[in-house]
């Protein structure tokens, strides 16, 4: 897939945010950029214009579709499984089983549907993010109560970086992107050896903390505060690198595993085995039945 450049976040037209990139934005190139993107019988309404307008802010608006022939009946397979894949995702939108994480759940789903990865393998990798902790969140320092139990690395972020009062337990959107970009450089130039903490819903930490923050300053740019949203799209990436680099033998296997890919028990075994081979979370035995199940339940109400 290729995408558009993100337009500035204070945009508030379409037409104005494709021509601040140079696209053309009358409604026939609109027609045909909507329907790249899951949005069929476009007609320039207020809500489809604000759906283009929404991708395009986060930088998942599709510009083309790469890799394949560029034969007629080939071109039209592949939009009508981009065409799928954004009803697939308005489902969970609509869903109110899962709207307490809806946009975390829509953003990052989409994210993956463009990735190229398929349905239930995104069910598997939803139904662990559904379960695991706050976009953007700061490991906690607070261990007040019992002060013997407190990692050294946040002992040592404590007392050098004043952590426990500027970040710990705090969300990324809360704090200055510049003085946690200086704060990083120090702990990578030290190769992570004393400080450290973990950082998103997933926790990342030491080395992958730093990755994770450079891909939340890749989606704001030069601004000193990053949004939720651009969260959610840096947190996204960041699980599609990992699958995509030192995890991958995960979607490997789990293809090799499954000849059926297209079922709700090969949504079951990729959120299971995400959740014991990527995500590992305490008490990963147990839980990865639970994910496993929330997986295949989130395959259902994409595809029904």
């Known amino acids: ?62 510009k083309s579709i790469s890799g394949g022939s560029s034969k007629v009946n080939t071109y039209t397979t592949q939009t009508t499984s981009v065409k799928s894949s954004g009803d697939m995702i308005k489902k969970i939108e609509q869903s109110q089983k899962y709207a307490g994480k809806k946009k975390v759940l829509s953003i990052i789903g989409s994210l993956l549907f463009n990735h ?33 139990a407190e ?53 990342w930490t ?23 949203e651009q969260a959610i799209a840096a947190e996204g990436k960041m699980v599609i690198q990992e699958l995509t680099g030192k995890y991958k033998n995960i979607y490997i296997d789990w293809k090799k595993n499954n000849p059926n890919l297209n079922c709700g028990k090969a949504a079951y075994n990729a959120g299971h085995m995400i959740c014991i081979k990527y995500e590992i979370p305490q008490d990963y035995q147990n839980k990865a039945d639970i994910r496993g199940n929330t997986s295949q339940d989130l395959y259902n109400i994409m595809t029904t």
């Open 116 to 148: 190229g990865y398929e349905t239930a393998f995104v069910a598997g990798v939803l139904g662990n993010i559904y379960h695991e902790g706050e976009i953007g969140k700061f490991e906690s320092s607070n261990y007040t109560k019992n002060p013997k």
């Open 206 to 228: 030491f080395e992958r903390t730093y990755t994770l923050f450079k891909l939340y300053e890749n989606e704001c740019g030069n601004s000193d505060k990053i949004t939720l």
């Open 1 to 62: 897939m290729e995408y558009y450049p993100k337009c500035s976040n204070t945009e508030e037209s379409i037409t104005r945010a494709l021509e601040s990139i140079n696209v053309d934005s009358s409604l026939k190139n609109r027609k045909k950029i909507a329907a790249l993107n899951g949005i069929s019988n476009f007609s320039g309404k207020y809500e489809e214009n604000v759906e283009l307008l929404d991708k395009l802010k986060k930088g998942i608006l599709i």
């Open 151 to 203: 990692p050294a690395y946040l002992k040592f972020m404590d007392d050098l970086y004043n952590y426990r009062s500027v970040y710990s337990n705090k969300n990324i959107t809360n704090v200055s992107m510049k003085n946690l970009s200086t704060v990083m450089e120090k702990l990578k130039k030290d190769n992570w050896k004393k400080g450290a903490f973990g950082l998103g819903c997933v926790q």
